[in-house]
């Protein structure tokens, strides 16, 4: 690649939830079923020259990460159903998170789209960890920053959040999920399911 593109594709509806160490945006590639192989190449680039560190994929499926596999960017899987019960999970997907961003880990998180179980997961987030005071005005400043309403599904996660214990006591008592993958370790775990379909 050479000039602009040497620098990768911005993903879609990219925006940083805390500054250059949290963001989210939709899956590389795009959130349609048929997307250009091309278009996943350079946002993975992207996301690689910007130094994310992992990505963490919230889809229920395995798309991509083969792909961010073979460019050598770590990921987590850590698959969301939009009719989960949030409360049997979210304290385990918190304190993993908690203990990425605290080793010094760059992460982008993402589901096909920037979807409500995207947004309310960084919502419940920033509740739980306190940076934000109550549910009413995490859901405000999450919407701000992601330029999109907040609904029924994310809303349930906030809720979730809010009745989960202190970090104090999560932390000390919670394992983080074993769902994750060094880049340097074969990880082409998409080929367990159904491939993505993708132009040439």
């Given at each position: 690649?050479?000039?602009k593109w040497a620098a990768g594709i ?111 997961l960084m919502a419940g987030y920033l ?19 992601t330029q999109r309403p907040i609904g ?49």
């Amino acid at each position: 690649m050479k000039g602009k593109w040497a620098a990768g594709i911005q993903p879609r509806n990219f925006c940083w939830i805390m500054q250059d160490r949290l963001a989210v945006c939709e899956r590389p590639g795009g959130q349609s079923e048929s997307h250009r192989r091309v278009r996943r190449t350079e946002e993975i680039l992207w996301i690689r020259k910007q130094g994310f560190s992992r990505v963490v994929s919230l889809m229920p499926s395995t798309h991509n990460l083969h792909s961010y596999s073979e460019q050598k960017i770590a990921w987590s899987h850590w698959p969301l159903s939009d009719t989960e019960e949030y409360d049997h999970r979210l304290g385990t997907l918190f304190v993993e998170l908690h203990s990425l961003l605290s080793r010094g880990e760059k992460l982008l998180v993402h589901r096909r789209g920037l979807s409500d179980e995207v947004c309310g997961l960084m919502a419940g987030y920033l509740l739980w960890m306190g940076m934000v005071p109550d549910e009413s005005q995490v859901l405000v400043v999450v919407e701000k920053m992601t330029q999109r309403p907040i609904g029924s599904v994310g809303r349930r996660i906030v809720s979730a959040a809010a009745a989960l214990p202190s970090p104090e006591v999560l932390l000390a008592t919670t394992s983080a999920p074993d769902t994750e993958a060094d880049p340097d370790t074969e990880a082409d775990t998409a080929s367990d399911a159904a491939p993505d379909t993708e132009e040439a």
